[in-house]
């Protein structure tokens, strides 16, 4: 910086005039503003950047300003420039307050040593040509906390204690649907309320769940798992609520506690909750409403501290209906429900998919991780997969065992499919990230007119469907047009 004690009066003036003026224009114009001292410390911050303070986790500037800026502000970088003197112009900075494109500048005495720090944020809601970059760099800084949580849990697994085995970064895929259901679910991880994953069996419904716990303020408690489904009915009470001691017959003397108090200020997993017992729904409902569970043979109350996640493959809205289960339960569990995606809702995932798995299935086997060849992994991408990510795992490593080699190709997968009892679809037959009925006979006969009405009618839609985006190679936004209805609607119908 130009030393002022050469200039001019009225030159060093102008000088200060200007310097005032800009620090004047970008506490104005900006969208926040910092001072740090030169020992990193907030000593002053606009009004524009107090309405970040919430979400930050401070009610008043009084508690946010006089802190260290790397206790206050998650990803700071303020540190760095007070260490080196050297600004960073442009930079994205992501943290609890959201993202945002910020500016860091060293302040020098007369002397030219640094004694402290401007903040400047430029933009809390960058321009739309930045967006796909912010959006990536945003995601790209989640894997990497998700991957630093991964690892924080494998350490304190040492202990013994019972913890989440995925965390978000295990949930492959960036196709629009994947990256949805990721976001929905961080939210949820962020609360204390019920969560319910909705979706069809194979689609990592649980491996959501342990994400949303390691994401959690529990993450540092237990993590316990209940596949309601794989327990006897008569045993589900005392897996639940444990029991005393002498409770029935053949049970411990001692007692034995239930998984409610083995989750206790952790995560409780409920799989399969679609399955429940109706005598037990009543029960799961006071659990959860009073925080307080009784266990077998016991007319003691205990007070428990659990956050539940339920998961279920089936429709509980129509068993609501049919009355297999409790209305009052659905709307207590139905608190923040997060529909997981089947996987063709999401096949720009399937090559992403089939490496991870490829890499799980040569680790288990002692084998050299499976290649595929262009046209296998274009077959894998045509199918409906009905099981989902489970059955194509399980299509991938019956084609690898049998493989004289590790490279596959499509007629190893082919075999393979028709064996399963399901004939291989063509790419040309499933469009890419499309669900569509197969075709059914575009001329019935009257016997065939005697059908519900709702059928007939999904199945002409199916067939234009089909027909819309066969002749737009594809294209949803020209076939919507094409048949003459919203995008939005389309995309609904698929």
Do not use: C
Request: hydrophobic content about 45%; glycine content about 6%; proline content about 5%.
């Amino acid at each position: 910086m130009e030393n002022t004690d050469t200039l001019p009066r009225d030159a060093q003036s102008i000088l200060e005039l200007a310097a005032r003026s800009m620090f004047d224009l970008f506490a104005n114009a900006s969208e926040g503003m910092m001072l740090v001292d030169r020992a990193a410390r907030v000593v002053w911050i606009n009004d524009q950047y107090k309405r970040f303070l919430p979400a930050l986790g401070y009610e008043r500037a009084e508690d946010f300003v006089g802190h260290l800026v790397s206790e206050v502000v998650q990803n700071t970088q303020m540190h760095h420039v007070l260490e080196t003197g050297k600004p960073i112009l442009i930079d994205l900075l992501t943290n609890r307050a959201g993202t945002f494109v910020v500016s860091r500048i060293p302040l020098r005495d007369a002397a030219g040593q640094v004694i402290g720090a401007l903040g400047i944020v430029l933009f809390d809601h960058p321009e739309t040509t930045l967006q796909p970059l912010i959006e990536k760099f945003a995601r790209l800084q989640r894997d990497l906390d998700d991957a630093r949580r991964e690892l924080a849990s494998q350490r304190l697994q040492g202990s013994g204690q019972r913890q989440s085995k995925y965390t978000f970064a295990s949930f492959v895929g960036q196709s629009p649907a994947a990256v949805e259901v990721k976001r929905q679910a961080r939210r949820a991880a962020q609360s204390s309320s019920p969560v319910l994953l909705l979706g069809e069996t194979g689609t990592g419904k649980e491996l959501l769940a342990h994400a949303i716990h390691a994401a959690s303020s529990r993450a540092k408690a237990a993590f316990i798992s209940v596949n309601i489904a794989a327990v006897p009915e008569s045993l589900l009470e005392a897996e639940f609520f444990g029991y005393a001691p002498g409770a029935f017959t053949g049970a411990d003397r001692k007692g034995r506690d239930g998984k409610f108090l083995l989750a206790s200020g952790g995560t409780l997993f409920l799989d399969e909750i679609g399955d429940m017992p109706q005598a037990l729904q009543s029960k799961l409902l006071r659990a959860l409403q009073e925080g307080e569970i009784e266990p077998l043979g016991s007319n003691k109350l205990l007070q428990i501290n659990v956050r539940v996640i339920a998961a279920t493959s089936r429709d509980l809205a129509q068993l609501v209906r049919e009355g297999t289960f409790r209305e009052d339960l659905f709307y207590r569990l139905n608190v923040l429900p997060v529909r997981v995606p089947p996987l063709r809702e999401r096949r720009a995932d399937i090559a992403a998919l089939l490496e991870v798995l490829g890499e799980d299935v040569a680790l288990r086997s002692g084998l050299p991780s499976p290649e595929l060849s262009r046209e296998a992994l274009g077959l894998l991408e045509a199918q409906l997969w009905r099981g989902n990510i489970r059955e194509l795992r399980n299509v991938l490593e019956q084609a690898a065992m049998r493989s004289e080699s590790h490279r596959i190709e499509v007629q190893a997968i082919e075999a393979v499919l028709r064996e399963s009892g399901l004939p291989p679809l063509t790419a040309a037959a499933v469009q890419p990230d499309l669900a569509v009925p197969p075709t059914v006979n575009p001329a019935p006969d009257a016997a065939g007119l005697l059908r519900p009405l709702a059928v007939q009618v999904a199945e002409l839609e199916a067939r234009a469907i089909q027909a819309a985006l066969a002749a737009h190679k594809g294209n949803k936004v020209a076939a919507a047009k094409a048949l003459g209805i919203a995008r939005a609607t389309l995309y609904g119908r698929l």
